[in-house]
């Protein structure tokens, strides 16, 4: 009987198969080794990086390249996680406290408070869910409460996962989405497509997903005040990402995002990554710094 599955291949056939279609493997044994490692097919993943449009790759390109390239895309997921975890808190810390200074402890429950019926419905419903998960999160072991109507809008806020967090701000009435938007210096306007970036980068990194060259679906906007010092802004790439992760960080923890910046500049320079292959503009590190007002020393 035929298989409708493609004939699986060992680690030493598809060597063969890469080096039949150009790659240069000095080491096979440390290939082998990486590729007993790394699926194989997540490896290729980067393969298109370095080859032509007949799918061979170009002169001179070696295991050692699709290795780099690998691991500094693992790197790039680390540090993204490293850029999301302290803006999430604050972004709960602060809808916290406007809900709860404005409608009080228990405001996030009344749909008057927000423009759509349907997204309110949908927030409830995912906060449900993950009360009844409650036991998993560490906050609720010091809050003696019996069902999700006792639930003091801090806490609230602590079962919830950024996705929510963004569907909870974007129903927000308009004047409370400026609140928010004031707090970062950020215009409402283009608040809501950041955090919905913070969330398609957050879950790609956590979910070991590709971020170099890759695009993503529904670009982050660009300030109006950055449009001068990012004129080639695309929105949707890697850079997007530190981008938005800088423009929350400039506020909420700049000397990490300082720090972060510069350990990748290293990282590129020992890793000798070609900009152009990761979607970086050649000035992609004063364009970060400005945004912390902060000059290239010369």
């Avoid at 409708?4 to 082998?32: C, H, M, N, T, W």
């Avoid at 004047?175 to 969330?199: C, M, N, T």
Wanted: glycine share 4%.
């Amino acid at each position: 009987m035929n298989s409708v599955f493609p004939k699986y291949r060992s680690i030493d056939e598809r060597l063969d198969i890469l080096i039949s279609d150009g790659l240069q493997i000095d080491d096979r044994a440390s290939a082998k080794a990486a590729l007993e490692r790394v699926d194989y097919f997540r490896m290729m993943r980067f393969a298109p990086m370095f080859e032509d449009e007949n799918r061979h790759f170009f002169p001179g390109t070696t295991f050692a390249d699709l290795e780099n390239i690998y691991e500094f895309d693992r790197y790039i997921r680390h540090i993204i996680m490293q850029c999301i975890d302290p803006i999430e808190v604050a972004l709960r810390a602060q809808l916290s406290d406007l809900v709860g200074t404005r409608y009080g402890s228990d405001g996030y429950r009344h749909r008057e408070h927000f423009q759509s019926a349907q997204e309110f419905k949908e927030f409830y419903r995912k906060l449900e869910k993950k009360f009844t998960m409650r036991n998993v999160y560490e906050v609720i072991d010091d809050v003696h409460v019996s069902n999700i109507y006792e639930l003091p809008v801090w806490v609230a806020f602590e079962l919830c996962t950024l996705q929510m967090l963004e569907l909870f701000y974007t129903n927000l009435k308009k004047h409370d989405q400026k609140e928010i938007a004031r707090i970062y210096g950020f215009s409402y306007r283009d608040l809501p497509s950041w955090l919905h970036y913070l969330v398609v980068i957050r879950n790609t990194a956590a979910h070991q997903g590709r971020f170099v060259d890759r695009h993503f679906n529904d670009p982050a906007t660009l300030d109006r005040f950055d449009e001068r010092q990012f004129p080639d802004f695309v929105g949707n790439d890697l850079f997007a990402a530190f981008y938005v992760c800088t423009k929350f960080l400039s506020t909420v923890d700049v000397d990490l995002i300082f720090m972060i910046i510069n350990d990748l500049k290293e990282e590129l320079h020992d890793s000798n990554i070609e900009l152009k292959k990761i979607g970086f503009p050649e000035s992609w590190y004063e364009q970060l710094l400005s945004i912390l007002h902060i000059g290239v020393e010369q």
